[in-house]
């Protein structure tokens, strides 16, 4: 993922001090014996594996989220046939709970796809069961996307994109683009906003993380390079912002080495936002494996915890009914369970 800088000023301030002791956080490495372990997402009473797979292997693994870890089942493949995955396919962070059993999608970047997986069904008949595909448009290259409605798409372009300043409402039924939103930031900078694919330098981008919380109803940004985290509403207007200081980047060349990852994954859950945190800058995070926090918010924005991991974590999950937190080290080289039961 290409990093770049930018500038905003926000008005919505907060009255709320930070927790005056960051707490400790001591977790329990999982999947040791796992070495193709890509990602990891709690769906409801499952972990749901994204694995780096291969012709010969499967991309998703299921296992209960008990004591042992209980494997269920394995399913997916890269290739072309039907029901077969292209290899660059992802999770997005959506999975649904009802009636009718557990579902995820995911998303197909190249081949511009989305696809429902009805996990129960992929589990009860040991072969994948997709329940809903859907094309987007061609210039819908999204980094990440949610159903909010039943066809209404909500997401974020890519780093890629010209549009990637603006939230995309996407209407799969009619193929329309219902409407474009740019964030509400005041970006400082003496050049076009345009992006050159060159190999020279280019403008001030927006890159951010978006998650949609599990009783649908509200959006979460959290920005990447700048320390500034968005509640939106389902019409992309942002509802309530962390504040963030007046910052006036006018050369990206003079102040990429000075960039900060500071929200490198970002959870949305029903009680409170999971913010995963660094602060340092991108090639002290990337290449020294520096350990990051987790800051947690509530649906105020008053934030209530922070917490120190001992690892350089790059993806977090959350399951707030059992109290337990999964991270990805930004090296993949291993997967570490937290529990949260004295915090939350």
């Keep these: ?9 926000n008005s919505s301030k907060s009255n709320n001090p930070l927790p005056s002791k960051e707490k400790l956080l001591i977790g ?15 769906c409801d009473d499952y972990i749901v594996v994204k ?15 008990d004591v042992a870890l209980t494997h269920i089942s394995d399913f997916g493949r890269i290739g072309n046939g039907p029901n077969e995955f292209e290899s660059e396919v992802y ?15 995911v998303y197909e970047m190249n081949k511009n796809k989305v696809s429902q997986i009805d996990l129960t069904e992929t589990i009860r008949k040991k072969s994948i069961v997709v329940k809903k595909s859907v094309k987007l448009k061609p210039e819908l290259s999204l980094k990440e996307m949610f159903y909010v409605e039943e066809n209404k798409i909500i997401g974020n372009p890519d780093n890629l994109s010209l549009s990637m300043d603006q939230l ?21 900078n003496e050049r076009s906003n345009d992006i050159n694919f060159t190999q020279q330098n280019f403008n001030t981008l927006f ?3 978006l998650r949609f919380n599990g009783k ?3 959006l979460v940004s959290g920005m990447v390079t700048l320390d500034r985290i968005d509640i939106l509403n389902l019409n992309g207007t942002i509802n309530k912002s962390t504040e963030t200081e007046n910052i006036d980047f006018t050369s990206l060349q003079e102040n990429i080495k000075n960039t900060r990852i500071y929200c490198s994954d970002l959870y949305a859950g029903d009680a409170y936002i999971y913010v995963l945190f660094s602060g340092e800058k991108m090639n002290k995070y990337f290449e020294e494996s520096t350990p990051t926090k987790v800051k947690i918010y509530d649906w105020n924005l008053n934030l209530k915890h922070v917490l120190k991991t001992e690892e350089s974590l790059n993806f977090i999950t959350i399951n707030e009914k059992t109290k ?4 990805t080290s930004s090296t993949q080289e291993k997967i570490v369970k937290y529990n949260l039961e004295n915090i939350l």
């Design 1 to 9: 993922m290409c990093f770049v800088i930018i500038g905003c000023k």
């Design 168 to 188: 995309v409402i996407f209407n799969d039924k009619t193929g329309i683009v219902e409407k474009r939103l740019p964030f509400a930031f005041n970006v400082n």
């Design 207 to 209: 890159v951010n993380n």
């Design 91 to 105: 999770c997005t962070t959506q999975f649904d709970v009802n009636k009718e059993g557990k579902f995820f999608w």
């Design 216 to 218: 649908r109803n509200k």
């Design 28 to 42: 329990e490495i999982i999947f040791e014996n796992k070495y193709n372990v890509q990602n990891v997402y709690f």
């Design 324 to 327: 337990t937190l999964i991270g």
């Design 51 to 65: 694995n780096i797979a291969n012709k010969e292997s499967s991309v998703f693994s299921v296992y209960k989220n």
